[in-house]
């Protein structure tokens, strides 16, 4: 439950405002996943990292930008959202991406309300 | 394409009786298949997965799953029904050979009543 952590929780925000959701994974693992979860959506995958390079990414606006300085931290950087990037944002990671290795740890995301 | 369909919104048993979610694949090669779970207010947690090898998963808490190549199908089942159960759960595949990334179900809501 404490392998992959996410900070901050909650985070409620106005459309110009610029924030970061920060992911940390205690596990040893090479690979780091941001999911966009909606109500009654799939789950989306957004950015995938494998040994800190960007293997992935699934035609996210670029109001998204995601920074993996090292293999153990995930940033998500926001900047002018929109109310329908209001979701629940989940980071993940797993051994390696891209592998049968690739079972996914989650963190417990953070709730987003973009205003 | 790969896809994964789950196709009931929600499920309801009671306590103590065997429960089944219902899952069903799409894959051009041979899928990996996982099932998740999420508890209110928390992340996913991985209960199991099947490669490749023995049909029948067993995982977390005392959930199995059964992978039936003929009908593209990856069930979750457990023989007795808690009301700790009651979550949402996922449904995910991969087609490792198509190089594709893991692609998750809708969720089915499991509701155990007392």
């Known amino acids: 439950e404490t392998g992959v952590t996410q900070t901050p929780r909650h985070l409620v925000m106005g459309m110009t405002n610029k924030k970061s959701l920060k992911c940390e994974q205690h596990l040893g693992h090479n690979a780091m996943y941001w999911y966009k979860q909606s109500a009654k959506k799939p789950l989306e995958l957004m950015f995938v990292?494998?040994?800190?390079?960007?293997?992935e990414n699934n035609s996210v606006p670029s109001r998204f930008s995601p920074e993996c300085p090292n293999s153990s931290h995930l940033f998500l950087h926001l900047h002018t959202l929109q109310p329908e990037d209001s979701a629940l944002y989940l980071c993940?990671?797993?051994?390696?991406?891209?592998?049968?290795?690739?079972?996914?740890?989650f963190g417990p995301g953070t709730r987003l309300l973009v205003l | 394409a790969q896809s994964v369909a789950q196709p009931e919104d929600q499920v309801n048993v009671a306590e103590g009786n065997p429960l089944t979610v219902k899952c069903t694949y799409s894959v051009s090669g041979n899928p990996y298949l996982f099932w998740y779970v999420q508890y209110p207010n928390r992340g996913l947690q991985f209960l199991l997965k099947y490669i490749t090898g023995d049909n029948l998963v067993k995982g977390s808490y005392g959930f199995e799953a059964e992978f039936n190549k003929s009908q593209t199908s990856f069930h979750l089942k457990k023989p007795s029904a808690l009301v700790s159960d009651s979550a949402l759960y996922f449904c995910?595949?991969?087609?490792?050979?198509?190089?594709?990334?893991?692609?998750f179900g809708k969720g089915t809501t499991l509701s155990v009543s007392s």
């Open positions: 990292y494998n040994f800190k390079e960007q293997t």
């Open positions: 995910a595949v991969r087609d490792l050979q198509a190089g594709t990334a893991l692609i």
């Open positions: 993940a990671s797993s051994r390696v991406a891209g592998t049968d290795q690739e079972t996914q740890y």
